[in-house]
C-alpha cells in the first residue's frame, strides 16, 4: 500500500495496526468500499473489524489540509509519548468522538500513537485531560522548532509546559502533590498576585523559599499564569548538574517569545553558585522562578542576600487565606468528594451539612491553627493518617507493591531527592525476603505497577527515574509501614544501618525518624551497637565529610545524656582529621563546626582545644571575611565555644582582622537588615578588638543607610537588639538617634502599616522606642498619617490568631497624638471584645495591657470586668539618671575631639541595672 492510500485510511480515522492488516490483502479504500460484510469476514477480519470498516469507510474523510495542520503542529509525533520521535506511526483520534459529534474540524482531533490510542478509550481520558495534553505537545514542538533553526537537539524530557486553560477541580488540592495550573492560579489571592506580579516585574526572577511542604510548587505554578502573555514551562532537572544548567540557559536564549520557566527544588539539584548562574539569566521577557526548600546552613542566607529583592518566602501563614477561601467557595464539590473518596471519617464527627456533621468550615478552623504547613493542613484534613495506613495495606495486597513503594521512600529521603531506575527496583525482587519468593516480574509489568502509581499521584516518574510524591509523604509512609509491617521495613533500613560506609545516608534518616514513631528503629540499631561499631561510624564521617560529622555527633550527644559514652571515646584521638576537614571546607564548614563543637565541649574539651590547634586561623578568617552577614548569628555560638575552651586561640586568631575587613562586611548587609548589622557588631566588638568613636559613627551612619526609603516589611529589627551591650551607646548620642530616625520614609512607612501582615507589625517598635530620649515628632509624625479604617480593615482579617503580633502593633500605635490614639481605640474596641468571645482574657493579658496605652479607661475596665488587677503601665525608656551621666561623659571628650574607645564611655548594659524602665 502505498503512502497515498494509508494517509486516505487515516483520514477516516483508521487505526494503523488495521491499516496494516489491509495492507496485507492488498486492499486500498476503493477495495474495501467495494465489498459487503461476508467478503469482508471471507477475507479474515473479525466481526470487530468489519463493524469498524463498514462504518468508517462510510464517513466523511478529515480535510487534508486539517490533517496537514496537525501535523505540522504536533511535529508527527505522539502528544502523549512526546519525546520527538516522528518515526511512528500516528493515528488521529477523535477528542469528541465521532460518532457523537461527526466533528472533523482540528481542534477535535490529537495525534497520538498506536498504544496511547488504545489507552486513551481504555482508560476513558476526559476529553478536557486530552485538550490539555494536545495544547502542551504543540507547545512543546513549537519551542522545539526554534532549536531545529540553530541547529541544536531539543531535550524534550527536560521541559513541561503548562496548560492553564484547562480547568481543573478544587479535590486536586487533596492530592499529595501540585493541583494543575488552573487550580494553582485560582488559590492566590489578588493582593498575592500583585505583590508578586511586582516582583518579577523589576526582577524578573523570584526565589521561593520556605520549608518543605510549605506549598512552594503549588505558589509557583499558580504564578505562572497570572500574566497570560507569558508560556510557562517547567524544568524537569537532569541528575548531571552542568548539563542541567546548560539545558536552561539554551533554553532562555533561544526562546523568541515571553517565557517564565520553573526550576523545582534547585538546591537538590544544582549548587549555590550554579543558583546564581541561573538566575542572572533572567531578563524582562524570560522570567525565573526558582524553589528552594530552606535547611541547614547558610546557603541560602547567601543567596537570599544577593537577590534579596526577588525573595518571597512561603509559609503556611502566606497563602492558607487564599485556600480556605478557596475550600469554602466550592463547600458542596468538597463534602462530596471527600465522601466519594471514602475519606471523609476521623475520630472526630465528619463533615458534612447535616446537624450531626462539622462544617467544612469548623474543620478547617481547627485544623490551620495545628499545622505549620501546607502538606500538614492537607494530610489532616483528608484523614491522611488513616488514608497512608490504608494505602500501605491496598500496597500490600497489590503484588506487594508496598515494599517497591518503600524502597523509594527511604531512598528520597536517605539521598536527598535521589530517583530510582526499574532497573534498580527491579534488584528488590532478588534481594528482598518478601519478593524472591518467586521469580523476578518482567520489566515491563513493573513499569506498568509503576505507571499506575504514577496515574494515582503516589509516585512521580522524572527522566523515566521514580520517586514519591513528596518527602513528607515518604517519611510518614516510613513510619507506617514500620509500623504494619516491621520485618519488611526493616530489611531496607538494615541495609543502610549496617554498613559503615553508608554514613551520610544513616545520619539522615536518622533526623528524619527521629521525630516519628520508627524512631524506635534507630534506638534498637544504636543500643546493639558496640564501642568498635561506634568507631567505624565515627571513622566513615570523618572520612565523608564535616555535615555528616557534625549530625552524628548530634546523636552521639543525645545518646551519652541517656548513660551511653561513645562520644568521647571515639572522638578522643580525632582532632587531626576535624581539622583536616575544617581546613579544606567552605563557609558552611563554620555552621557544621558550630554545632560539632557544640556537641563535643562538655564531654571531650580536649578535642576541641586539639582540633583547634591545628586549624589554621588564617582560613577560617578568610571564611569569616568573605562570608554573608547573615552568617554571624550562629559564628557567635560557634565563638562563645571556642572562648570558653581555648581563649589563646581566639586571642591570637582576633589579630588576624582590622577595621577595614568589618567596613567591608558591613557594607554588603541587605537593605532594612537591622538585626543582622547588630550580629556583626556583635561579633567584631565582643571577639575581635574595642572600637573607637570614629568606627562608631560609621555604625550609626550604617544604621541611617539601611534603613533609608525602606517599606516596612523591609525593616527587620529583632526586639531589643538595639540595647544590647554591642550597640547601647547610641542612645547618649541624640544627634545620631535623629539621623537615624530622620532616614525613614514616613509616607511610606504609614501605608505599609495599612495593608501590612502580621509579621511586620512590631518592625517599627524598636525604633519607636529610640525615639523617646530626643525631642522628635518623626515616629509619631508616621502614625498620625495611617488610616485607621484601612489599618482596622486589615487588622480584622488576622486578630483570630496574631494575639501576639496585635500586642506589637498597638504598642505602635500607642506614640500617636492623643486625637489618633482616640480614633485608633474606636477602631480596635470591636475587635478586641471579639477576641473576648473565643478567648480567654488571660490568655490576652499582653493585648490588654498594650491597648491601656490607647485607651487606659476602656482598657482598665476590662481587666476590671474579667477579675484581673489594672497593671501600671510606663512607655519604655532609658533611666534619666544614667543617661544624664553618660551623656555628659561623652560630649566632654566630642569637644575635644578625641577618638576615644568606646569602652571610655563607661555606658555599659548591665542586666541588675534599671538602664530601661
Not at 199 to 210: A, F, V, Y
Not at 620 to 639: D, M, Q, R, S, V
Request: proline content about 3%; charged content about 25%; aromatic content about 10%.
Amino acid at each position: 500500500m502505498n503512502k497515498g492510500s494509508k494517509e486516505r485510511l487515516i483520514r477516516l480515522g483508521f487505526g494503523a495496526e488495521l491499516i496494516d492488516k489491509m495492507a496485507g490483502y492488498s486492499l486500498t479504500l476503493s477495495g474495501l468500499r467495494g465489498q459487503n460484510k461476508a467478503a469482508l469476514l471471507r477475507t479474515g477480519f473479525s466481526e470487530a473489524e468489519v463493524s469498524e470498516i463498514l462504518e468508517k469507510t462510510n464517513r466523511k474523510p478529515i480535510e487534508p489540509s486539517v490533517v496537514e495542520n496537525i501535523i505540522r503542529k504536533s511535529g508527527g509525533c505522539c502528544a502523549y509519548c512526546a519525546d520527538g520521535n516522528h518515526s511512528r506511526p500516528y493515528e488521529l483520534h477523535h477528542i469528541e468522538e465521532y460518532h457523537l459529534s461527526q466533528n472533523n474540524n482540528e481542534h477535535n482531533l490529537l495525534l497520538v500513537c498506536p498504544t496511547h490510542h488504545t489507552a486513551i478509550h481504555k482508560n476513558d481520558i476526559t476529553t478536557e485531560e486530552q485538550i490539555s495534553t494536545k495544547c502542551s505537545w504543540e507547545q512543546i514542538w513549537e519551542t522545539a522548532q526554534f532549536y531545529q533553526q540553530k541547529g541544536i537537539a531539543f531535550p524534550f524530557s527536560s521541559f513541561e509546559y503548562l496548560d492553564y486553560e484547562k480547568k481543573g477541580h478544587i479535590s486536586e488540592i487533596f492530592s499529595f502533590r501540585a493541583p494543575s495550573p488552573s487550580i494553582c492560579l485560582a488559590l492566590m489571592q489578588d493582593g498575592l498576585k500583585t505583590d508578586i506580579r511586582n516582583i518579577l516585574e523589576k526582577q524578573h526572577k523570584l526565589l521561593l523559599t520556605g520549608s518543605s511542604g510549605s506549598g512552594k510548587s503549588t505558589l509557583a505554578r499558580g504564578i505562572g499564569g497570572i500574566d497570560p502573555s507569558f508560556a510557562t514551562f517547567n524544568y524537569v532537572a537532569s541528575r548531571d548538574s552542568r548539563k542541567a544548567v546548560s539545558e536552561i540557559a539554551t533554553f532562555l536564549s533561544v526562546a523568541t517569545r515571553r517565557v517564565n520557566i520553573i526550576i523545582d527544588n534547585a538546591n537538590t539539584s544544582f549548587s549555590a553558585d550554579q543558583i546564581e548562574q541561573l538566575l542572572t539569566l533572567a531578563a524582562d521577557d524570560k522570567h525565573i522562578i526558582l524553589i528552594y526548600t530552606r535547611g541547614k546552613g547558610g546557603e541560602e542566607n547567601r543567596l537570599e542576600s544577593h537577590f534579596v529583592d526577588a525573595v518571597f518566602p512561603v509559609a503556611w501563614t502566606a497563602i492558607k487565606a487564599s485556600i480556605i477561601a478557596k475550600l469554602l467557595e466550592y463547600e458542596p464539590e468538597v463534602i462530596r468528594y471527600l465522601n466519594e473518596s471514602g475519606i471523609n471519617r476521623s475520630s472526630d464527627r465528619p463533615i458534612g451539612s447535616s446537624r450531626d456533621h462539622r462544617s467544612l468550615k469548623q474543620a478547617l478552623e481547627q485544623y490551620t491553627t495545628s499545622v505549620e504547613t501546607v502538606w500538614q493542613f492537607i494530610y489532616m484534613l483528608t484523614n491522611g493518617i488513616e488514608r497512608i495506613d490504608n494505602l500501605q495495606v491496598e500496597l500490600r495486597r497489590d503484588e506487594k507493591m508496598d515494599i517497591p513503594v518503600l524502597f523509594l521512600c527511604i531512598k528520597q529521603i536517605a539521598q536527598f531527592e535521589m530517583t530510582a531506575s526499574v532497573d534498580e527496583i527491579l534488584g528488590l525482587y532478588t534481594m528482598h525476603p518478601a519478593l524472591n519468593t518467586a521469580p523476578p516480574p518482567e520489566r515491563g509489568w513493573l513499569q506498568g505497577k509503576l505507571g499506575n502509581l504514577v496515574d494515582r499521584q503516589i509516585l512521580k516518574m522524572q527522566r523515566g527515574r521514580y520517586t514519591t510524591v513528596h518527602r513528607q509523604f515518604a517519611i510518614r509512609l516510613i513510619e507506617h509501614c514500620h509500623f504494619k509491617s516491621r520485618t519488611d521495613t526493616e530489611v531496607l533500613l538494615n541495609q543502610i544501618f549496617s554498613d559503615p560506609a553508608r554514613i551520610k545516608e544513616i545520619v539522615l534518616l536518622w533526623s528524619w525518624l527521629r521525630n516519628t514513631t520508627a524512631r524506635n528503629y534507630v534506638e534498637e540499631w544504636y543500643r546493639g551497637l558496640d564501642l568498635d561499631s561506634w568507631q567505624a561510624l565515627v571513622d566513615a564521617a570523618l572520612a565523608d565529610e564535616l555535615m555528616t560529622v557534625s549530625i552524628l555527633s548530634e546523636l552521639m550527644y543525645r545518646i551519652s545524656v541517656r548513660g551511653f559514652l561513645p562520644l568521647q571515646e571515639c572522638f578522643k584521638n580525632k582532632a587531626q582529621s576535624i581539622a583536616d576537614l575544617v581546613n579544606r571546607n567552605d563557609e558552611l564548614t563554620l555552621y557544621y563546626l558550630r554545632d560539632l563543637y557544640l556537641n563535643l565541649h562538655h564531654d571531650c574539651p580536649e578535642v576541641v582545644k586539639g582540633s583547634l590547634n591545628l586549624i589554621s586561623k588564617e582560613h577560617i578568617a578568610n571564611l569569616i571575611k568573605n562570608i554573608e552577614p547573615e552568617h554571624f548569628e550562629y559564628l557567635t555560638w560557634l565563638f562563645n565555644t571556642i572562648v570558653s575552651q581555648h581563649p589563646q586561640w581566639a586571642d591570637e586568631f582576633s589579630r588576624l582582622f582590622n577595621k577595614q575587613d568589618f567596613i567591608k562586611l558591613i557594607k554588603t548587609v541587605k537593605k532594612g537588615d537591622i538585626t543582622t548589622l547588630m550580629h556583626v557588631i556583635e561579633f567584631e566588638r565582643t571577639y575581635i578588638y574595642n572600637i573607637t568613636r570614629s568606627h562608631f559613627r560609621f555604625y550609626t551612619s550604617t544604621l541611617a543607610q539601611l534603613l533609608e526609603g525602606c517599606h516596612l516589611q523591609e525593616i527587620n529589627v529583632e526586639a531589643m537588639c538595639l540595647y544590647r551591650g554591642y550597640f547601647i551607646e547610641l542612645f547618649i548620642y541624640p544627634k545620631e538617634i535623629e539621623q537615624t530616625l530622620l532616614s525613614l520614609d514616613k509616607k511610606k512607612l504609614s501605608r505599609d502599616f495599612e495593608q501590612s501582615s502580621p509579621r511586620h507589625w512590631g518592625n517599627l517598635l524598636t525604633l519607636a522606642i529610640l525615639s523617646q530620649n530626643i525631642e522628635t515628632d518623626i515616629i509619631r509624625n508616621i502614625v498620625d498619617d495611617i488610616d485607621t479604617v484601612k489599618l482596622g480593615a486589615n487588622i480584622a482579617q488576622y486578630t483570630d490568631q496574631y494575639s501576639y503580633e496585635l500586642r506589637l502593633l498597638i504598642h505602635q500605635l500607642a506614640y500617636g497624638s492623643d486625637h489618633k490614639k482616640a480614633e485608633f481605640a474606636d477602631m480596635l474596641r470591636p475587635i478586641i471584645d471579639n477576641i473576648l468571645k473565643q478567648r480567654d482574657a488571660k490568655d490576652i493579658t499582653d493585648v490588654l495591657e498594650a491597648f491601656l496605652k490607647i485607651d487606659s479607661q476602656h482598657g482598665a475596665m476590662l481587666f476590671k470586668k474579667h477579675g484581673m488587677a489594672v497593671p501600671e503601665l510606663k512607655l519604655p525608656s532609658m533611666s534619666p539618671s544614667i543617661l544624664k551621666e553618660a551623656k555628659a561623659n561623652v560630649e566632654h571628650m566630642d569637644a575635644e575631639g578625641l577618638d576615644y574607645e568606646m569602652e571610655n564611655t563607661r555606658f555599659k548594659y548591665n542586666s541588675d541595672s534599671p538602664l530601661i524602665t
